[in-house]
């Protein structure tokens, strides 16, 4: 939070648009649909493991439900089911690759990602997909008072999940796995079980950031959620869970989210190159891991 409050008063500096309503207004909203993900992600993580196959998910299920809308004739809310669906199955088919087949989390989620990535192309011919119905332009784009509907969805979901996470059963399992997966199965602890519900949860919840950030486009294209397996990743070490499992807290992963979503947009503003920001983007994955890596060798 501090971090946050001192980046905001750098930019202010650097820029006098930065802190505008409206600046910040395009950060929550652009907040919304990764920081939905990165909170799936965070369960992942927590876990002891990680999945790249995240962006994919949201860019695969959105297209499923894009196409259903537009060329099927299908009801919208029907679409969007169908799009959450096809987001348990892709996390499915990561927790069983994963947690059953023994594959490492690295290598079947990246397979997962391209296998989506290459069905998006040819769903869509890698071309958009727009002029989507209006009846699910309010999830994006609409706001209940002055509060864009798609942060409170936000909000909820880390409410659920941060609840979840901690209050649950399910929670304390998958931070007993990410602890050690050894000591939580002969505890007792079904881990394979858990380690794939945990996987379909994060292909949830990436089906969702899809669906927001369709409506809130108007449009599905094969970039959509581009980098949001990095940026989620991010987002989680930055919010200070911990890279080897078993540590941290869900709700601070929001808070990692939007100062990554500040600090490129910052960024943009100074007129920082893109070449250049995603060159930053990998340094500070690389700095935000090393110092998790230290601080825990340092504690063993």
Same mark, same amino acid.
């Given at each position: 939070m501090i971090a946050i409050l001192v980046m905001g008063v750098f930019f202010s500096l650097m820029?006098?648009?930065?802190?505008t309503g409206q600046n910040l207004k395009n950060i929550l909203l652009q907040c919304a649909a990764l920081a939905i993900v990165a909170s799936g992600q965070a369960l992942i993580v927590i876990s002891g493991n990680l999945d790249l196959s995240l962006g994919q998910c949201v860019c695969f299920?959105?297209?499923?439900?894009?196409?259903?809308?537009?060329?099927?004739?299908?009801?919208?809310?029907?679409a969007i089911f169908c799009a959450l669906i096809v987001g348990c199955m892709v996390g499915l088919c990561n927790g069983l690759l994963v947690a059953y087949i023994g594959l490492p989390a690295f290598i079947a989620t990246l397979g997962t990602q391209m296998v989506c990535q290459s069905f998006s192309k040819i769903i869509t011919n890698a071309t958009p997909i727009a002029r989507l119905p209006k009846e699910i332009a309010f999830l994006g784009r609409g706001y209940l008072g002055p509060i864009p509907i798609c942060v409170l969805i936000m909000l909820a979901i880390y409410a659920v999940v941060q609840f979840v996470s901690t209050k649950t059963r399910l929670g304390r399992n998958i931070f007993a796995i990410g /602890?050690?997966?050894?000591?939580?199965? +002969?505890?007792?602890?079904? !881990?394979?079980?858990?380690?794939?519900?945990? =996987?379909?949860?994060g292909g949830l919840l990436a089906a969702v950031g899809g669906v927001l950030l369709m409506s809130r486009l108007?449009?599905?294209?094969?970039?959509?959620?581009?980098?949001?397996?990095?940026?989620?990743?991010?987002?989680c070490v930055i919010g200070g869970l911990s890279t080897t499992g078993g540590k941290g807290r869900v709700v601070?992963?929001?808070? /990692?989210?939007?100062?990554?979503?500040? +600090?490129?947009?910052?960024? !943009?503003?100074?007129?920082?190159?893109?070449? =250049?920001?995603?060159?930053?983007?990998?340094?500070?994955?690389?700095?935000?891991?090393?110092?998790?890596?230290?601080?825990?060798?340092?504690?063993?």
């Amino acid at each position: 939070m501090i971090a946050i409050l001192v980046m905001g008063v750098f930019f202010s500096l650097m820029s006098p648009y930065f802190l505008t309503g409206q600046n910040l207004k395009n950060i929550l909203l652009q907040c919304a649909a990764l920081a939905i993900v990165a909170s799936g992600q965070a369960l992942i993580v927590i876990s002891g493991n990680l999945d790249l196959s995240l962006g994919q998910c949201v860019c695969f299920s959105s297209v499923i439900g894009a196409y259903l809308m537009r060329f099927v004739g299908v009801n919208p809310w029907v679409a969007i089911f169908c799009a959450l669906i096809v987001g348990c199955m892709v996390g499915l088919c990561n927790g069983l690759l994963v947690a059953y087949i023994g594959l490492p989390a690295f290598i079947a989620t990246l397979g997962t990602q391209m296998v989506c990535q290459s069905f998006s192309k040819i769903i869509t011919n890698a071309t958009p997909i727009a002029r989507l119905p209006k009846e699910i332009a309010f999830l994006g784009r609409g706001y209940l008072g002055p509060i864009p509907i798609c942060v409170l969805i936000m909000l909820a979901i880390y409410a659920v999940v941060q609840f979840v996470s901690t209050k649950t059963r399910l929670g304390r399992n998958i931070f007993a796995i990410g /602890g050690g997966s050894e000591a939580a199965y +002969f505890a007792g602890i079904p !881990t394979k079980r858990y380690l794939c519900i945990t =996987y379909v949860i994060g292909g949830l919840l990436a089906a969702v950031g899809g669906v927001l950030l369709m409506s809130r486009l108007d449009s599905v294209s094969i970039s959509n959620g581009s980098q949001y397996e990095f940026d989620s990743l991010i987002a989680c070490v930055i919010g200070g869970l911990s890279t080897t499992g078993g540590k941290g807290r869900v709700v601070g992963v929001l808070f /990692g989210t939007i100062f990554l979503i500040m +600090f490129f947009n910052g960024m !943009t503003m100074m007129d920082v190159e893109p070449f =250049y920001q995603n060159a930053i983007k990998g340094a500070v994955l690389i700095i935000a891991i090393t110092a998790d890596v230290l601080r825990n060798k340092k504690k063993n």
